[in-house]
């Protein structure tokens, strides 16, 4: 499990990378640019889950442990 989150959250940080250089900055909101930052929004949405999911799975082995 360890390695599946590290995995996907590498994935969402090259998407992210890749997408900040996609947006035109003299237009934000229009065409290909609201794509590129709804996709930066959803990576980083990515990375706060795995970051909560490895998180969780300390407490539960921490707790696992304590039994």
């Given amino acids: 499990m ?3 989150t590290l995995v996907l959250s590498i994935i969402a940080l090259g998407l992210l990378i890749f ?18 930052l ?3 929004v959803a990576s980083l949405c ?5 970051a ?5 799975k300390k407490i539960e082995q921490k707790i696992k442990e304590r039994k």
């Avoid at 909560?52 to 969780?56: A, G, M, V």
């Fill in 19 to 36: 997408n900040v250089t996609q947006i035109n900055f003299d237009a934000p909101f229009k065409g290909d640019s609201i794509i590129a």
């Fill in 46 to 50: 990515v990375i706060v889950m795995m």
């Fill in 2 to 4: 360890k390695i599946f």
């Fill in 38 to 40: 709804i996709t930066i």
């Fill in 52 to 56: 909560i999911l490895r998180t969780s």
